[in-house]
């Protein structure tokens, strides 16, 4: 270790992320940390008759409520669909004995985000394996037996 403070770690007291607190909208659904993560359905929002949130799970049931500041609620994110790789953007780190790949990952909801798909040497023999098997496949000629 330097020494150095690193304020990118949330145990020097800076907070990882830019994004805007949570507060949703009616009908979008919602994570209650307090509630054990268990997913809803935004029915009523604080103000608008209630001093709470009002959930309810999203093929019905039960409602509950959620403090007016949204402090439980997180959002729920849109399930991966599929991840692609950008653009020749691989690294070795050879500190780190482990590779880099960066890709797109796509969601249901048609959005997409990049991440990096980190490889252990032994992931990167297997991806290696894997892929020379596919790539046989794709050169076999159509009908061709294996």
């Known amino acids: 270790m ?5 304020p990118h770690l949330p145990s020097q007291g800076a907070e990882l992320g830019t994004a805007a607190p949570f507060y949703p909208q009616l009908g979008e659904l919602a994570a209650d940390t307090a509630k054990d993560s268990r ?21 019905g049931g039960a409602e509950w409520s959620a403090p007016a500041d949204a402090s439980t609620l997180k959002p729920v994110p849109a399930k991966v669909t599929h991840a692609t790789l950008l653009a020749a953007d691989m690294v070795y780190d050879p500190r780190a004995k482990q590779g880099s790949v960066a890709t797109l990952v796509h969601h249901e909801d048609g959005s997409s985000s990049e991440a990096a ?26 009908g061709e037996a294996p």
């Not at 798909?117 to 023999?125: A, G, H, N, Q, V």
């Not at 394996?129 to 159509?142: N, Q, S, V």
């Open 2 to 6: 330097s020494g150095r403070p690193t």
């Open 39 to 59: 997913v809803g359905v935004v029915v009523t929002l604080p103000g608008e008759g209630a001093v709470t949130y009002h959930l309810r799970p999203p093929g």
């Open 117 to 142: 798909l980190i490889l252990t040497p032994s992931d990167m023999e297997q991806l290696h394996a894997h892929t020379g098997r596919i790539l046989a496949d794709h050169e076999r000629l159509p």
